[in-house]
């Protein structure tokens, strides 16, 4: 049989066991599926490539390291590592940058004149960042499969298309389980009274 009809998962441990061309039929199977979930998240042919690259040096580096461990999951295993490599990209572009007080230009600009008064207060925010983390901890109480789906649709902002792709289920087992997760958080949050209002 050629090497070319064999499964992901033969073709992985074929590659880890060094054999380098199984590795470039996996590329060459999955490539324009995963370059495709790349742009459609950011848009941008260049940055498509340069994540698309990173993506496969990182599957490169986990797979060499032995740190591949879903069984049968090759392409949402992919998936996975691209969409975490946007999501970091993301954070550190979006990071707050502080201009220095004495450096600026004017002697009465201040950092606060950028701040809107839409902006949320000291306490306002204080509730916000408490609630998180209690919801946070409350989640750990949920089903596995539910605090998963929960997670990647509300913290990773993954559509259900997608996490159905990752999860190798249905877009209608993503929905369910999405609306059993938000009906047990809410009765878990009742339960311990936590008050979700300030």
């Known amino acids: ?5 064999l499964g992901d998962q033969e073709l992985v441990k074929l590659y880890i066991n060094g054999n380098e061309s199984a ?10 599926r995963i370059y495709r979930f790349i742009l459609s998240k950011i848009n941008d042919s260049e940055q498509a490539s340069d994540y698309f690259q990173d993506t496969f040096i990182k599957v490169i580096l ?7 461990n879903e069984e049968g999951k090759f392409l949402p295993w992919v998936l996975r590592i691209a969409h975490n490599l946007i999501i970091d990209g993301f954070r550190k ?4 940058r502080f201009l220095s007080e004495t450096r600026s230009a004017s002697e009465d600009y201040s950092v606060f004149n950028r701040l809107s008064n839409d902006d949320l207060n000291i306490l306002q925010i204080t509730c916000k960042e408490e609630l998180e983390q209690q919801v946070v901890g409350l989640m750990a ?23 159905a792709e990752m999860e190798n289920i249905s877009i209608n087992t993503a929905l369910g389980r999405m609306r059993y997760a938000l009906i047990n958080l809410r009765k878990i949050m009742d339960k311990y009274e936590v008050v979700t209002a300030i």
């Open 62 to 68: 986990k797979l060499k390291e032995g740190n591949y």
């Open 1 to 5: 049989m050629s090497i070319k009809n």
């Open 141 to 163: 109480q949920l089903p596995d499969n539910q605090r998963d789906i929960l997670r990647m649709r509300l913290y990773q902002d993954l559509s259900f298309k997608d996490i």
């Open 23 to 32: 590795f470039e039929v996996l590329l060459n199977r999955h490539k324009d």
């Open 93 to 96: 572009n979006k990071k707050l």
